[in-house]
């Protein structure tokens, strides 16, 4: 087999349609800087995954307003850490209904948690999901 390292945003992967069995996506979709760019990365995952393939996901979610992070007055979803980071916060149930209309399903209820990273405290969002295409 022949690896190799593509760098490249989420909302555009440079890989073909139905490539991976699985996708790892640890901390990548809450650092996207709008609400749109977040749901084109996970439209992107699921194009790049084989039916039955599976995305193993980490991201920050919104659970309650966090004083360690500031909202954008100008972008919904959209916080600030306090050195200017942006971030994309949803609801879990909101992140859940994003992957399902992608085809992308819960293996298994996801964890949810708190912890605390170099930033602050972060809500966090984990779980296995398999992609079900019904097309």
Not at 35 to 55: D, H, M, P, S
Not at 71 to 87: C, E, Q, R
């Amino acid at each position: 087999l022949l690896h190799r390292v593509r760098k490249a945003g989420v909302q555009q992967l440079p890989y073909t349609t139905e490539s991976f069995h699985i996708v790892i996506a640890h901390g990548v979709l809450h650092n996207t800087n709008r609400y749109e760019k977040f749901v084109q990365g996970i439209k992107e995952i699921a194009r790049v995954l084989k039916n039955g393939g599976f995305l193993c996901i980490n991201v920050f979610y919104y659970k309650t307003h966090n004083p360690s992070i500031k909202m954008s007055k100008k972008n919904k979803h959209v916080f600030y850490t306090d050195i200017g980071l942006p971030m994309v916060l949803l609801p879990k149930d909101e992140i859940v209904n994003i992957l399902a209309k992608h085809d992308l399903l819960p293996c298994q209820t996801p964890a949810t948690y708190t912890s605390v990273v170099s930033t602050g405290m972060r809500d966090v969002f984990r779980g296995v999901f398999i992609k079900k295409s019904s097309r």
